[in-house]
C-alpha cells in the first residue's frame, strides 16, 4: 500500500558518520529526513510514508534485499519511488560496474560519489521530491479517471505532461515497424508540436522517426513490462524526452501509454554539469587552482540562484499589484466611457475626456501585460499577426530602450500570420531590446525586422525546410566575440557584471523558439553590434479577431433586476450604474455571503454580476451554488487576472478594466 504523499526523507548509512551528516545537509536545506538502522527498518519508513531515499553502497552490498524488492514490485503503475544511492568508486555504470545491480533492483536511482559537494545532494534530492510528486499528481489524476469520463476529459486535457495511447504495429516476422495514435492530449501537441495526431500512423506524420522508439514501446506491448527511460527524438526537433510507458487493455490488442516531459533543458544543464566535474577532476594536481575555479562557480551559481529568486518574486508582486490595479482602473475606464456616451460638456472638456480615455487603454493594454509577464502557463501556439503584434510593442519598447536609443521598425508587407504565443514572443522581444539596449551604454540603433523566409535544407539555424516569419533584432553595440556566441544560450551565462543578469533572457528566448518549431541565429562581431534573428513558422490559419464594439441602446427598458456583488465599493458603483443604463434594476452586495441572503429571500433576481476574489466565498464558488438552487439564472463573474485562474471554464467571464459595452457584449451572449 502506498501512502498519501511525504516529502520526508530515509536515510540508511549504518556506517560511519554519512547518515548524521547527510541528514544535517538535508535539515540545513529545509528538508525532512529520518534516519533508518537497517534495510527492514527502513522498508518500514517506507510503508508509512516518504518522498524519496538516501542510501549508501555498503549498507545495501551485505544486507538482505528481498524486503526492499518485494515492496518495489509492490508498487502500482504509477509509482517510480526516486533513491539516491551514495557511492565509493565512480558515479555510474561507466566507473563502477559494480552498481548495475542496485540499477536493476532500485530502477529510479541517481548515483552520487562520494565526496560531494552539499549543494549537489541537495539539489539531487530536490529533483527527486519533484520527480515524485509528479507521480503523485499523475496518480491523482488517473484516479480521477475511473469517477466519470466527463472527469476524465477535463484531466486529460489540463496535465501538462505529453499523455498519449498509441496502437503498435509489427511486420509479418514480429518486428515493431510503426504505431498509430488512438488518444492525445493538448500537451502532447505542445511537447512533440505533432498536431492531429489521433487516428494517424507515427511513419505517416515524421517518416524519418528513430527505430529505436518502436523497438522500446513494440517491446512493451509485447511483454508487458513497465519502462522508464530518457531519450532523444532528433526528428521531433532535437527534443529529449523523459518517457514513462506501460502497456494498457487486452494484451493481445498490443496497446501502449505513454507519459512524458520535455527534459532538453534539463539535459543541457546536465551535459554542462558534467564537463565542469570533468574539468575539475584534471585539476587533481593542482589543488589550490581547483579550490579558487570551485569558490568562483559557486559565488556565480548562488548569484544565479538569488537573481532567479529575484525575477520569482518579482512575477509574483508584480501579478498582485495588476490585479489591484485592475481593480483601481475599472471605476476609472467605467466612468470616463460612460461620460463620453453621454457628450457631457464643451468640445473642450470632451477632448480632455477623450483624451483620459485614451490614457486609460493604455493603462489596460499596460497592465494586461504585467499579468503576462506575472502567469505562469503552457505555451499556447496559435496564429498570431506580427505586424500587428510589433507595432503594439513599439512604444514599450522605446520607453524601455530610453531616449538616448533610437528604436525603428522594418516590417514586411503582406506578411503571413506566424504559430506561436503572443505573450511569450512579446516577452522575447523584450529581453532581446534589453540586452541591445545594454550592450549599447553609449546609445545607438535598435532595428526590430519582420519577414518571410522560405528556409531551405541546411541553414545556419538547422531548421527544417519551410516557410518561416523571421524576426530580427538588430544593435549598434559592443558586439560579441565567437566564443561569447558559443556560450550564449547557455543557461546563467551572462557576460553582465553582478546583480545585473541572470543568464537566462538567450536561453529562454531559444528554448521558445525549439518549442514552437522554429529556431534562433545570432551573428555579432566586436565593435559592429549584434543581430539576432528569431523564426518562427509560418500557418494559413487566420489570427483570431478582436469581436466589433456592440452598440449600446441607451433606452430606458425593463431587463430584470441584476445582483451586482463585488467588495471594492468603487467597482462595485461602476458596474451598478452602467447595468442601470443598460436598463437593469441594481441590487448591490458587498461578499458571497450577503449575496447569498439576499437571494434566499428575493425570487425576483434574473442576473448575477459577480467579482471572483473576494474574502470568504468566492464568485465562482457562489456562481456554482447559484447553478445548482436557480439553474436557469444568467451568471457573469469578472475578474482582474487575464488568465482566469481558478474560474470554472463553463462560466462567462469579463475581464476588468471593462467598459460598458465590454459589459453590453458579454451580457448578450449570455
Known amino acids: 500500500m502506498i501512502p498519501h504523499f511525504s516529502e520526508r526523507g530515509i536515510i ?191 511513419r505517416t506524420m515524421v517518416p524519418g522517426h528513430e527505430q529505436h522508439w518502436f523497438d522500446v514501446y513494440g517491446a512493451v506491448a509485447q511483454n508487458g513490462e513497465r519502462v522508464r527511460f530518457e531519450q532523444h527524438a532528433e526528428a521531433l526537433g532535437n527534443i529529449w524526452y523523459d518517457v514513462y510507458a506501460f502497456r494498457v487493455g487486452d494484451p493481445n490488442a498490443r496497446r501502449v501509454a505513454i507519459l512524458f516531459n520535455d527534459i532538453s533543458d534539463r539535459r543541457q544543464m546536465e551535459l554542462a554539469l558534467r564537463e565542469s566535474e570533468e574539468r575539475l577532476r584534471r585539476l587533481n594536481e593542482t589543488l589550490e587552482e581547483r579550490v579558487v575555479e570551485r569558490t568562483q562557480a559557486l559565488e556565480l551559481a548562488q548569484e544565479a540562484l538569488r537573481q532567479s529568486q529575484k525575477l520569482e518574486a518579482m512575477g509574483q508582486l508584480t501579478g498582485g499589484v495588476a490585479h489591484d490595479f485592475n481593480n483601481l482602473l475599472t471605476p476609472i475606464v467605467g466612468s470616463l466611457d460612460l461620460l463620453l456616451r453621454r457628450g457631457i460638456g464643451t468640445d473642450r472638456e470632451r477632448k480632455l475626456i477623450e483624451g483620459a480615455v485614451q490614457s486609460a487603454d493604455r493603462a489596460r493594454t499596460l497592465v494586461q501585460r504585467l499579468l503576462a509577464f506575472a502567469r505562469r502557463q503552457p505555451l499556447q501556439a496559435t496564429a498570431i499577426n506580427i505586424s500587428d503584434l510589433i507595432e503594439n510593442l513599439f512604444d514599450l519598447v522605446a520607453s524601455t530602450c530610453g531616449p538616448r536609443i533610437k528604436v525603428a521598425i522594418d516590417v514586411a508587407d503582406a506578411l503571413p500570420p506566424a504559430k506561436a504565443d503572443a505573450n511569450q514572443i512579446e516577452m522575447a522581444l523584450l529581453n532581446l531590446a534589453v540586452n541591445a539596449r545594454d550592450a549599447m551604454p553609449d546609445g545607438g ?112 427598458r425593463d431587463c430584470g433586476v441584476a445582483l451586482v456583488v463585488d467588495d471594492e465599493d468603487l467597482v462595485r458603483a461602476s458596474t451598478a450604474h452602467m447595468l442601470s443604463e443598460l436598463g437593469y434594476t441594481v441590487v448591490e452586495a458587498h461578499s458571497g455571503e450577503e449575496a447569498l441572503r439576499m437571494l434566499c429571500i428575493s425570487n425576483e433576481i434574473d442576473l448575477l454580476v459577480t467579482d471572483h476574489l473576494m474574502p470568504g466565498i468566492t464568485g465562482t464558488d457562489l456562481a456554482t451554488q447559484l447553478r445548482e438552487s436557480r439553474p436557469g439564472m444568467r451568471v457573469l463573474v469578472v475578474s482582474g487576472y487575464a488568465e482566469g485562474k481558478g474560474i470554472s471554464p463553463d462560466l462567462p467571464r469579463l475581464t476588468k478594466p471593462f467598459k460598458q459595452s465590454d459589459l453590453a457584449n458579454c451580457l448578450a451572449q449570455l
Request: hydrophobic content about 40%; charged content about 20%.
Open 12 to 202: 540508511l548509512a549504518p556506517h560511519g558518520r554519512d547518515a548524521a551528516i547527510a541528514g544535517s545537509i538535508l535539515t540545513d536545506a529545509g528538508l525532512r529526513s529520518t534516519i533508518a538502522a537497517s534495510l527492514r527498518d527502513m522498508v518500514g519508513e517506507l510503508e508509512r510514508g516518504a518522498g524519496f531515499a538516501l542510501l549508501t553502497e555498503e549498507g545495501l552490498r551485505t544486507a538482505n534485499l528481498n524486503p526492499l524488492a518485494l515492496w518495489l514490485d509492490a508498487q502500482p503503475e504509477w509509482s517510480d519511488f526516486p533513491f539516491v544511492l551514495l557511492t565509493q568508486k565512480g558515479g555510474g555504470l561507466e566507473r563502477n560496474p559494480a552498481a548495475k545491480r542496485f540499477l536493476d533492483m532500485l530502477g529510479n536511482v541517481t548515483f552520487l560519489e562520494r565526496p560531494f559537494h552539499p549543494t549537489t545532494l541537495v539539489s539531487l534530492v530536490q529533483s527527486a521530491l519533484r520527480g515524485r510528486r509528479r507521480q503523485y499528481e499523475a496518480r491523482a489524476r488517473l484516479e480521477e479517471l475511473h469517477r466519470g469520463a466527463d472527469r476524465y476529459r477535463s484531466l486529460f486535457e489540463s496535465i501538462d505532461a505529453g499523455f498519449c495511447i498509441i496502437d503498435m504495429v509489427f511486420d509479418a516476422n514480429g518486428s515493431p515497424i510503426d504505431y498509430r495514435f488512438v488518444e492525445a492530449n493538448p500537451a502532447f501537441e505542445r511537447q512533440t508540436g505533432l498536431q492531429g495526431a489521433v487516428g494517424q500512423s507515427m
Open 445 to 556: 540603433a535598435l532595428t526590430i525586422g519582420a519577414a518571410l523566409d522560405q528556409v531551405k535544407a541546411d541553414n545556419p539555424a538547422r531548421l527544417r525546410p519551410g516557410a518561416y516569419v523571421r524576426l530580427s533584432v538588430i544593435d549598434t553595440g559592443s558586439g560579441m566575440d565567437a566564443d561569447t556566441i558559443a556560450k550564449a544560450v547557455e543557461p546563467f551565462f551572462t557576460t553582465k557584471g553582478v546583480g545585473q543578469g541572470t543568464g537566462l533572457g538567450l536561453s529562454m528566448v531559444h528554448g521558445l523558439a525549439a518549442q514552437l518549431g522554429g529556431g534562433l541565429f545570432i551573428d555579432s562581431l566586436v565593435g559592429r553590434g549584434t543581430r539576432i534573428d528569431l523564426w518562427l513558422p509560418a500557418t494559413d490559419a487566420c489570427p483570431e479577431q478582436a469581436p466589433a464594439p456592440m452598440e449600446i441602446d441607451c433606452a430606458q
